[in-house]
T-cell receptor, first 114, second 114 residues
Framework: DVKVTQSSRYLVKRTGEKVFLECVQD?????MFWYRQDPGLGLRLIYF???????EKGDIPEGYSVSREKKERFSLILESASTNQTSMYLC?????????????FGEGSRLTVL | GNSVTQMEGPVTLSEEAFLTINCTYT??????LFWYVQYPGEGLQLLLK?????DKGSNKGFEATYRKETTSFHLEKGSVQVSDSAVYFC?????????????FGSGTRLSIRP
């Protein structure tokens, strides 16, 4: 089975702190994604990457950055956390050069910014 | 632009009831359509998909038919179980390049009473 592992299920941070969310997949997938999930808004794409060291902005990239130094790992970085970044963050991966829409998700990281 | 609209929840049904969760989309051309499910405490997982008009996706007793004329992809199940309690997301994908993005609906929470 494909496994996408997010490093922390629950985090509590203070405003202004730098936050790292880590995601690792074990199936050699080319594509990796970071979404945030908010009630009533569904999933919104923050950033995605289709190759090592490649990244593309999604729909809501402001306040976030990403890093993909190795194929299996995709990190989301909040340079200076703010309360409006309190949310559930979901990492996903998919296979192949073409995006078929079949994503494999991690269990999510719930971030609270105080 | 492309968008997905699904019925608001929560939806509460008794076990063995018939389920319909409505989903309509806005997109030019022929997007691929998906239903994802998120069980409590877990990440999203693909439930079923359809890639062209009149296709029927099916899995675990759930079905959805791609209706181009009504731009709909309603999810149905003939007899729900308590274990079907989850949040269901309708989604679309336009194009297959690595830059193509999946657009998710806001999600519908389903609760099944024993």
């Amino acid at each position: 089975d494909v496994k996408v592992t997010q490093s922390s299920r629950y985090l509590v941070k203070r405003t202004g702190e730098k936050v790292f969310l880590e995601c690792v997949q074990d199936m050699d997938h080319e594509n990796m994604f970071w979404y945030r999930q908010d009630p009533g808004l569904g999933l919104r794409l923050i950033y995605f990457s289709y190759d090592v060291k490649m990244k593309e902005k999604g729909d809501i990239p402001e306040g976030y950055s990403v890093s993909r130094e190795k194929k299996e790992r995709f990190s989301l970085i909040l340079e200076s956390a703010s309360t409006n970044q309190t949310s559930m963050y979901l990492c996903a991966s998919s296979f192949g050069e073409l995006n078929t829409g079949e994503l494999f998700f991690g269990e999510g990281s719930r971030l609270t910014v105080l | 632009g492309n968008s997905v609209t699904q019925m608001e929840g929560p939806v509460t049904l008794s076990e063995e009831a018939f389920l319909t969760i409505n989903c309509t989309y806005t997109a030019t051309g022929y997007p691929s359509l998906f239903w994802y499910v998120q069980y409590p405490g877990e990440g999203l997982q693909l439930l079923l998909k359809a890639t062209k008009a009149d296709d029927k996706g099916s899995n675990k007793g759930f079905e959805a038919t791609y209706r181009k004329e009504t731009t709909s992809f309603h999810l149905e199940k003939g007899s729900v179980q308590v274990s079907d309690s989850a949040v269901y997301f309708c989604a679309l994908l336009k194009g297959y390049s690595s830059a193509s993005k999946i657009i998710f609906g806001s999600g519908t929470r389903l609760s099944i009473r024993p």
